[in-house]
Nanobody, 123 residues
Framework: QVQLIESGGGLVQAGGSLRLSCAAS????????MGWFRQAPRKEREFVAA???????QYADSVKGRFAISRDNAKSAVYLQMNSLKPEDTAVYYC?????????????????WGQGTQVTVSS
């Protein structure tokens, strides 16, 4: 199995930046795809960004140009640099991983999940 632990969430003013980290342990060879999802209050969980082992990347339209995903395969870690944050980015952010070879924006396609980290952007 794979265990994912997120860190780096917090409270920031609109226009500010945060960097989320996700550290993985266990059978990390299963983590060909690593990604981030988020869930705001009273909303469904939504795709944010994902990256493959070979660094192919996909972003949600709502974060393009503001967020950047990266990974360090040697450390079994994935990161999400979030810039120009907006109040609508407020959510619990989840790290996810899967062994499939193609990025999916559907949360049901990911087998492994972290516990989530809260990001709050004040206006």
């Amino acid at each position: 199995q794979v265990q994912l632990i997120e860190s780096g969430g917090g409270l920031v003013q609109a226009g500010g930046s945060l960097r989320l980290s996700c550290a993985a342990s266990g059978r990390t060879e299963s983590m060909y795809i690593m990604g981030w999802f988020r869930q705001a209050p009273r909303k469904e969980r939504e795709f944010v960004a994902a990256i493959t082992w070979r660094s192919a990347i996909q972003y949600a339209d709502s974060v393009k140009g503001r967020f950047a995903i990266s990974r360090d395969n040697a450390k079994s870690a994935v990161y999400l640099q979030m810039n120009s944050l907006k109040p609508e980015d407020t959510a619990v952010y989840y790290c996810a991983a899967d062994s499939s070879r193609r990025i999916s924006i559907t949360d049901k396609d990911y087998d492994f999940w972290g516990q989530g980290t809260q990001v709050t952007v004040s206006s």
